[in-house]
Nanobody
Framework: QVQLVQSGGGLVQAGDSLRVSCVAS????????IGWFRQAPGKEREFVAAITWGGSRKLYADSVKGRFTVSRDNVKSTAILQMNSLQYEDKAIYYC???????????????????WGQGTQVTVSS
């Protein structure tokens, strides 16, 4: 079974950049789409970005399009969420997750994802 361990994140000022990494162990990381979600205090978990198992297709929430980039390296079993031009509204706990279905297209519903990282705090000061 795949286990996901996240790193990165932290405290930055508005306009700065951050990177969150998601490293998988066990299972077959390269066969599953990866999704990124975030949850701000008092809010529902929301979709941020997703990438196909092979990396050929990416999805982004409108709120992060043009600022965030999702990528993956299946040899290293790693997914990356690069966040540029961070805004105060991006403050949240960020999660990576693997899709439940083998070699599926990426989707935006959190229920479609079965294995989750532990979460990484991203704080943006205005």
């Amino acid at each position: 079974q795949v286990q996901l361990v996240q790193s990165g994140g932290g405290l930055v000022q508005a306009g700065d950049s951050l990177r969150v990494s998601c490293v998988a162990s066990g299972g077959t990381f390269g066969n599953y789409a990866i999704g990124w979600f975030r949850q701000a205090p008092g809010k529902e978990r929301e979709f941020v970005a997703a990438i196909t198992w092979g990396g050929s297709r990416k999805l982004y929430a409108d709120s992060v399009k043009g600022r965030f980039t999702v990528s993956r390296d299946n040899v290293k079993s790693t997914a990356i969420l690069q966040m540029n031009s961070l805004q105060y509204e991006d403050k949240a706990i960020y999660y990576c997750a693997t899709h439940r279905r083998l070699r599926s297209e990426p989707t935006q519903r959190s229920d479609d994802y079965g294995r989750w990282g532990q979460g990484t705090q991203v704080t943006v000061s205005s």
